[in-house]
């Protein structure tokens, strides 16, 4: 037998997994503004047609989120920081995903719910990419979190999260491209039912599994 190590990228990934979905589920954006940085998954119940085999997967039981995040503190990019974000980082990151949500058409905020755990900028960014490895989101890659810039403003083509939900401000009309997005999500839903090929990340998706 291998000699364990606690602070192998693999032993520490599964503990920030676990800790983030240990979290308790909130509404969209939570009620109490917080301070911190950290990481975030969101969650979808509602009937739209293009999320019913993830909703069935996941059978209300808030498993397997629709999308993962991060909000870096303000030192991130300027180094290590011991002491975590002052500001409202995470919170601050939420409240714009709601509001996201509640200008499209054809989704309801009250049909989202999250969980967020707030990190030290020396995590956050393993741990957004150990959740989006084990759990492959159908909205990450989506253009769903991203700013409006370049080819994003109206006039420009629809990212695949805007063609399938129109209706953000700023973001360029038309659905040409949403079928395509119908098409993602149910090919991401579908790979949930399935092993992952990587051998760590299935050894790590199943000692997280054991926990939620």
């Known amino acids: 037998m291998d000699r364990f190590d606690p602070l192998s990228v693999e032993n520490v990934g599964v503990t920030l997994a676990v800790e983030l979905l240990e979290q308790p589920l909130s509404k969209m954006p939570p009620d109490t503004p917080f301070v911190g940085a950290g990481v975030y998954a969101?969650?979808?119940y509602g009937n739209h047609a293009a999320y019913s085999a993830l909703c069935q997967l996941d059978g209300g039981k808030f498993?397997?989120?629709?999308?993962?995040?991060?909000?870096?503190?303000?030192?991130?990019?300027?180094g290590f920081s011991?002491?975590?974000?002052?500001?409202?980082?995470?919170?601050?990151?939420i409240v714009e995903h709601a509001r996201s949500i509640d200008a499209v058409e054809n989704l309801n905020l009250d049909e989202f719910r999250c969980r967020y755990l707030v990190l030290n900028?020396?995590?956050i960014a393993l741990a957004e990419s150990v959740m989006i490895r084990l759990f492959r989101?159908?909205?990450?890659?989506?253009?769903?979190?991203?700013k409006v810039v370049g080819s994003f403003r109206e006039g420009?083509?629809?990212s695949?999260?805007?063609?399938?939900?129109?209706?953000?401000?700023?973001?360029?009309?038309?659905?040409?491209?949403a079928e395509e997005a119908a098409k993602l999500i149910a090919k991401r839903s579908a790979e949930l039912?399935?092993?992952?090929?990587d051998p760590t990340l299935r050894r790590m998706y199943e000692r997280v599994m054991k926990f939620i």
């Open 121 to 123: 900028d020396a995590y």
């Open 63 to 78: 498993k397997y989120p629709i999308y993962i995040g991060k909000a870096a503190g303000e030192s991130a990019k300027q």
């Open 137 to 146: 989101p159908p909205w990450n890659g989506m253009s769903f979190g991203s």
């Open 193 to 197: 039912s399935q092993d992952l090929a």
């Open 160 to 177: 695949l999260w805007d063609a399938l939900h129109p209706g953000r401000r700023g973001r360029p009309a038309g659905s040409e491209r």
């Open 156 to 158: 420009g083509t629809p």
């Open 42 to 44: 969101l969650y979808y």
């Open 82 to 93: 011991p002491n975590g974000s002052g500001e409202r980082k995470l919170h601050g990151r």
